[in-house]
């Protein structure tokens, strides 16, 4: 069908019609009353989906500009800090701490690997660090780490905990106050439901406390907060998609957060029961905690630069090809968002169909099939402890 596009990337992901409606109201200034009632709620949501009762600060920027006001904040020259890394994000991570001048201790994995709190202790017994920085949904390998044991390893270490949750902020359980995460930064276009635009970013009082001497303007914590507090904002935000965040986070809280975790769980299983059931290798790990993204090998002989463009030109749809060295070795299939089980069998059907046609032995239908399957059962238990 001419012009139908389907985007199952891991961020930017769909937008449902009522956020986009929203996007689409008349522009209202920033600093009238009809503005604030907006700006309020979402502030408001924004705490609930990130399970703390501090600020959230909200800029308008990409995730990385959000990501980069916690190190302009909290990074001073020559300072020691630890950044583990496992792929694209963590490595993004060492290069720009490593850029406003903090002495880096980078634990490095390769990419697919899963950080283990124990070599979090070690490293922080051997030296010491003002903070850690982690990813929690590492979007590049599909791997999501532990980061409420990292987070409590760090404060026995008394070393604040700043965590990318770009990707997993509304798709895996993130429980900011309860785990003891000083910081944890995300963005609108991935489990959001949000375009492109916002970036956002939990912070607690211990690091607010503990900002450093890095020069710094529209990304100064005390500023924002300070303005945010009158609900006054600094400076002229997106309103559109303040507007639209505002909505968005309203469907997420109405479905209800745990059942929104719930159907994350559930999505990946049924991914990964696809891919399996098609005989292809996962390159994610086949876990719960998983439910981001499902990266997976191409097949013997076949690279994934022709898997994502096959499905581009026959069907019109866009996934994520591997990263960095993985690209052509890996393609991702996304979940995150406004995803229901039949964005996820039109991508496994659509794969198991170019297979089939470049040669591979798929049983036709296997895939969609085992998806169902496994998207049927509830959970077993909760990964999460609050
Ligand atoms: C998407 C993503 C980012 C970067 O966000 P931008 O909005 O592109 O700046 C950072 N970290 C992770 C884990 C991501 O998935």
Same mark, same amino acid.
């Given at each position: 069908?001419?012009?139908?596009?389907?985007?199952?990337?891991?961020?930017?992901?769909?937008?449902?019609?009522?956020?986009?409606?929203?996007?689409?109201?008349?522009?209202?200034?920033?600093?009238?009353?009809?503005?604030?009632?907006?700006?309020?709620?979402?502030?408001?949501?924004?705490? @609930?989906?990130?399970?703390?009762? &501090?600020?959230?600060?909200?800029?308008?920027?990409?995730?990385?500009?959000?990501?980069?006001?916690?190190?302009?904040?909290?990074?001073?020259?020559?300072?020691?800090?630890?950044?583990?890394?496992?792929?694209?994000?963590?490595?993004?991570?060492?290069?720009?701490? /490593?850029?406003?001048?903090?002495?880096?201790?980078?634990?490095?994995?390769?990419?697919? @690997?899963?950080?283990?709190?124990?070599?979090?202790?070690?490293?922080?017994?051997? &030296?010491?660090?003002?903070?850690?920085?982690?990813?929690?949904?590492?979007?590049?390998?599909?791997?999501?780490?532990?980061?409420?044991?990292?987070?409590?390893?760090?404060?026995?270490?008394?070393?604040?905990?700043?965590?990318?949750?770009?990707?997993?902020?509304?798709?895996?359980?993130?429980?900011?106050?309860?785990?003891?995460?000083?910081?944890?930064?995300?963005?609108?276009?991935?489990?959001?439901?949000?375009?492109?635009?916002?970036?956002?970013?939990?912070?607690?009082?211990?690091?607010?406390?503990?900002?450093?001497?890095?020069?710094?303007?529209?990304?100064?914590?005390?500023?924002?907060?300070?303005?945010?507090?009158?609900?006054?904002? /600094?400076?002229?935000?997106?309103?559109?998609?303040?507007?639209?965040?505002?909505?968005?986070?309203?469907?997420?809280?109405?479905?209800?957060?745990?059942?929104?975790?719930?159907?994350?769980?559930?999505?990946?299983?049924?991914?990964?029961?696809?891919?399996?059931?098609?005989?292809?290798?996962?390159?994610?790990?086949?876990?719960?905690?998983?439910?981001?993204?499902?990266?997976?090998?191409?097949?013997?002989?076949?690279?994934?630069?022709?898997?994502?463009?096959?499905?581009?030109?026959?069907?019109?749809?866009?996934?994520?090809?591997?990263?960095?060295?993985?690209?052509?070795?890996?393609?991702?299939?996304?979940?995150?968002?406004?995803?229901?089980?039949?964005?996820?069998?039109?991508?496994?059907?659509?794969?198991?169909?170019?297979?089939?046609?470049?040669? /591979?032995?798929?049983?036709?239908?296997?895939?969609?099939?085992? /998806?169902?399957?496994?998207?049927?059962?509830?959970?077993?238990?909760?990964?999460?402890?609050?």
């Amino acid at each position: 069908m001419a012009g139908k596009k389907y985007l199952f990337t891991p961020g930017p992901t769909p937008v449902p019609p009522q956020v986009l409606a929203a996007q689409a109201a008349p522009i209202v200034h920033h600093r009238s009353p009809d503005f604030r009632p907006i700006y309020e709620s979402c502030l408001t949501r924004l705490r @609930e989906v990130c399970r703390t009762e &501090r600020d959230v600060l909200l800029y308008t920027a990409s995730g990385t500009g959000a990501f980069e006001s916690a190190v302009a904040n909290l990074v001073s020259p020559g300072e020691p800090h630890l950044v583990v890394s496992a792929g694209n994000f963590g490595e993004r991570w060492a290069t720009m701490t /490593a850029g406003y001048g903090a002495d880096v201790d980078h634990l490095r994995y390769e990419w697919g @690997e899963t950080p283990d709190p124990e070599d979090v202790r070690a490293r922080l017994g051997e &030296r010491e660090a003002k903070a850690v920085w982690i990813v929690h949904s590492e979007t590049s390998t599909g791997v999501v780490s532990d980061i409420q044991a990292i987070a409590a390893v760090a404060k026995e270490a008394g070393a604040l905990t700043v965590v990318d949750a770009v990707s997993s902020l509304g798709a895996v359980r993130c429980e900011t106050d309860a785990w003891g995460l000083d910081v944890v930064v995300s963005g609108s276009q991935k489990a959001l439901m949000t375009p492109p635009g916002l970036g956002l970013c939990a912070v607690s009082e211990a690091a607010l406390a503990a900002t450093g001497t890095s020069p710094r303007f529209y990304f100064d914590w005390e500023r924002t907060r300070k303005a945010q507090a009158k609900l006054d904002a /600094a400076f002229t935000p997106s309103v559109s998609l303040v507007a639209g965040l505002d909505v968005a986070l309203g469907l997420l809280l109405e479905e209800g957060l745990e059942a929104v975790l719930d159907r994350h769980i559930r999505l990946g299983r049924a991914c990964r029961a696809g891919a399996k059931a098609m005989g292809l290798e996962l390159f994610s790990p086949d876990e719960d905690r998983s439910a981001v993204v499902t990266a997976i090998r191409a097949p013997e002989g076949v690279s994934s630069d022709d898997v994502v463009k096959g499905l581009r030109d026959r069907f019109g749809m866009t996934i994520a090809n591997g990263q960095g060295s993985l690209k052509g070795t890996i393609f991702r299939l996304g979940h995150i968002g406004w995803f229901d089980v039949f964005d996820i069998t039109a991508q496994l059907g659509a794969v198991e169909l170019l297979l089939t046609d470049l040669g /591979a032995d798929i049983e036709r239908g296997v895939a969609v099939t085992a /998806a169902l399957e496994a998207y049927e059962h509830a959970p077993v238990a909760d990964t999460g402890t609050a």
